[in-house]
């Protein structure tokens, strides 16, 4: 069950304004929380080898899993139940950080992407960095979480993300593994696309795109440190292996059906397939 209270709203400003390091699996969320903790943003006391905040995990998936078994929206009671446990955890992370925390804070968990209205709503000053990937280099790496339906959480997403783009295994000339990780992509960053068409949170998420990290670093941290309410020379670029940007062959035949899959939510997005060719090429949304 979800824990029940009063939400203090009133004498908890500085609860109200976490900021949020999301993306699907895979898109390099590491990276840039890294850069942001870098900067002075306080991400949690647990913190695991790919940044995850750890103390946000159980809260999160328990939200995650309850509203996506049901398949309907939240309802009045259970959306005063989802904000309290949001920030009671959250008080409690500040209350055991003390004097760690500087002058932001947040945290870094993927997954929070499922709970993403109910977040914005449970802290009213929230800001959402959302990471995204190409979703080819995305979906020909190894299964994440979210698409792994060994795991609990990627067993619901799966199922939820096939019903809801109204497909099936069969219909895509794909092996199993790269299917999941395409149907994962579009279902979780569709849902964000979806999400940011409502002018009242638009403001409150910044997609910004791990290819700009090599390519235009400069329009990367200027977008990031005005978002984060961080100098921009207090982001350090960080030494980058250039393989990692595009790590796949260009004859590679999953290419297709990823990208015929994923093609209308990542084109939202600026990204692209190279005209006569399989490699998937980058317009930066700093100069769309």
């Given amino acids: 069950m979800l824990a029940t209270g009063s939400v203090r709203r009133s004498s908890d400003h500085r609860l109200d304004a976490p900021v949020i390091f999301v993306g699907r699996g895979g898109s390099g969320t590491r990276l840039v929380s890294k850069i942001a903790m870098d900067a002075g943003v306080f991400l949690g006391t647990d913190i695991n080898p790919t940044n995850d905040s750890m103390e946000w995990r159980d809260p999160i998936y328990e939200i995650a899993l309850e509203k996506m078994a049901t398949g309907a929206p939240i309802d ?69 979480v979210t698409s792994d339906p060994r795991h609990r959480v990627g067993a619901m997403v799966l199922k939820a993300a096939y019903h809801a783009l109204n497909i099936a295994p069969g219909d895509y000339d794909c092996d199993e593994a790269t299917l999941d990780n395409a149907v994962s992509w579009a279902y979780q960053v569709g849902a964000v696309a979806r999400l940011t068409r409502d002018p009242d949170i638009a403001g409150r998420v910044l997609s910004v795109c791990y290819e700009d990290i090599f390519d235009d670093w400069s329009g990367f941290a200027f977008r990031l440190s005005g978002f984060i309410g961080v100098g921009q020379e207090q982001l350090i670029r960080p030494i980058l292996d250039p393989a990692r940007r595009r790590a796949f062959d260009d004859d590679d035949p999953r290419i297709a059906p990823v990208w015929s899959l994923c093609k209308d939510i990542a084109q939202g997005f600026g990204y692209a397939l190279e005209t006569g060719a399989k490699a998937p090429s980058h317009r930066s949304l700093f100069n769309a």
């Fill in 76 to 144: 009045t009671r259970q959306a005063e139940d989802v904000e309290s446990t949001l920030r009671d955890c959250a008080r409690a992370i500040l209350d055991r950080a003390g004097g760690q925390v500087g002058a932001h804070w947040g945290w870094k968990l993927p997954e929070t992407m499922f709970i993403l209205p109910e977040v914005l709503h449970a802290f009213p000053n929230a800001r959402v960095v959302h990471l995204l990937r190409h979703p080819v280099t995305c979906c020909l790496r190894n299964r994440h």
